[in-house]
């Protein structure tokens, strides 16, 4: 069993008016855990994000290709649920990936310069499948490939919003480096919660990410 990710960039043909709307937002983080098209030729899309809740409610109620919308969450991590009509991009990709023999590991990923990030499952055929039917309006290029082994991705999948922020503002203020360099207070003020919230949220993060491990006897 292998793996390919590759990060998909649709052009101007290949972005609807609401995924525009949407991008405009600026969202902090965004990534597609289900998406399904719907025998009423509706998507329904389930969705997490870090970023301004009200803006997206705003954009959502005001869109008439929305037919119903549910956000659950704050500003520093969110879940958004969405059942929207079908453009015509995203029902080619999804009618195509009925019909093919890959997997897509969720969730699909969006990346600061405006493309969406997927990994494959499956065999070096249906890789081939993957990079020749694409269609008009989507450039993809290929990040990495290899051995597919559940790695660290998907055990920050488990992790909260607000888990995830902690985490990546620890790891970004050397809070994992040797020696430390960084307390539970610098955290505490690049996260905007108290100190004693960032111990709770490291501890959990860590029982998470540990209790994921198999530790077997060495080999003697």
Do not use: W
Request: net charge negative; proline share 4%.
């Amino acid at each position: 069993m292998r793996y390919v990710t590759v990060v998909a960039y649709p052009d101007e043909r290949g972005i609807n008016r609401l995924d525009r709307r949407v991008n405009e937002l600026g969202l902090a983080y965004r990534a597609i855990h289900r998406m399904e098209l719907l025998a009423d030729d509706t998507v329904a899309m389930f969705a997490e994000c870090r970023g301004d809740t009200e803006e997206l409610r705003r954009i959502l109620s005001e869109s008439p290709e929305v037919f119903e919308f549910s956000i659950t969450g704050d500003d520093a991590g969110f879940f958004a649920y969405t059942r929207y009509a079908a453009d015509d991009l995203t029902r080619m990709l999804m009618e195509g990936r009925r019909e093919s023999s890959y997997l897509i590991d969720m969730p699909v990923e969006h990346t600061d310069d405006g493309g969406l990030r997927a990994t494959y499952i499956g065999t070096e055929a249906a890789f081939a499948d993957v990079l020749s039917e694409q269609p008009d309006g989507v450039r993809v290029e290929v990040e990495r490939t290899g051995p597919y082994t559940p790695g660290p991705r998907h055990v920050i999948s488990q992790l909260t919003g607000r888990q995830r922020e902690v985490l990546e503002a620890a790891v970004d203020h050397g809070y994992y480096r040797e020696p430390r360099e960084a307390t539970h207070d610098e955290i505490a003020a690049a996260t905007g919660i108290s100190e004693t919230t960032v111990g709770e949220h490291l501890r959990k993060i860590e029982a998470t990410v540990f209790s994921s491990l198999s530790v077997g006897a060495s080999d003697r």
